[in-house]
């Protein structure tokens, strides 16, 4: 297991999302609803389009490109052309940051 530091709280205020990059290689989605923080993969599982340019509900996440909405606390997409969910990550708030704790290796992305 590892624990990656993201961004600090105060950098995702209440109804924002803000992207932050793991590894110099992936991006992964900060994403603040109604006080409840979740990371997702930052890019939509359906083709290469970043995530923080779509619109954000209290529970949904649409990708601008082509529409698909995914739900924020599963991943699942909810309307095609999308398919596969998005990779969540698991949120720990600790010290005023925002880390994610995932399984060792290459960060879990679905594309
Ligand atoms: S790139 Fe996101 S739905 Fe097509």
Redesign the pocket.
């Given at each position: 297991m590892r624990r990656i530091d993201l961004l600090g709280v105060d950098e995702v205020p209440d109804g924002t999302m803000k992207m932050a990059w793991v590894d110099g290689t992936d991006q992964v989605l900060v994403i603040n609803t109604n006080g409840r923080l979740d990371a997702v993969q930052g890019v939509?599982s359906?083709?290469y389009?970043e995530l923080d340019k779509g619109f954000l509900t209290a529970s949904t996440l649409t990708?601008a490109?082509?529409?698909?909405r995914f739900d924020l606390e599963s991943g699942e997409a909810l309307d095609p052309?999308?398919e596969l969910p998005l990779a969540v990550y698991a949120v720990v708030v600790e010290d005023g940051r925002i880390l994610i704790d995932v399984p060792d290796g290459p960060l879990e992305v679905n594309d």
């Open positions: 939509c359906h083709e389009f990708c490109l082509h529409l698909s052309p999308a």
